[in-house]
């Protein structure tokens, strides 16, 4: 059975930092890409971040700088630093794993940025 569950969401006020993180399993995790997503209310789902397998990353223009993706396979996780947060940062973070045929989402884990 596959998981993949988030954790690391809260609230903080702007120019604050979240760490989320992102377990997955019952998958050869090295073996996938991974990216972070995020859906605000009455928007789209969007892409954050990804890191292929062999850690190649990329970036949504409008967090290029403030935030990181990182890996470990040895834990199976994957990792998102999210420094200098801003208002516009407030949605519900999805973790995906996918490897072309097969995609995994979790539940998400919300992040609010707030005075």
């Known amino acids: 059975q596959v998981q993949v569950v988030e954790s690391g969401g809260g609230s903080v006020p702007p120019g604050g930092s979240l760490r989320l993180s992102c377990a997955a399993s019952?998958?050869?995790?090295?073996?996938?890409?991974m990216g972070w997503y995020r859906q605000a209310p009455d928007r789209q789902r969007e892409l954050v971040a990804a890191i292929t397998s062999g850690g190649s990353t990329n970036y949504a223009d409008s967090v290029k700088g403030r935030f990181t993706i990182s890996r470990d396979n040895a834990k199976n996780a994957v990792y998102l630093q999210m420094n200098n947060l801003k208002p516009e940062d407030t949605a519900v973070y999805h973790c995906?794993?996918?490897?072309?045929?097969?995609?995994?989402w979790g539940q998400g884990t919300q992040v609010t940025v707030s005075s």
């Open positions: 995906k794993a996918h490897n072309g045929r097969l995609a995994y």
């Open positions: 019952g998958i050869m995790f090295k073996l996938y890409a």
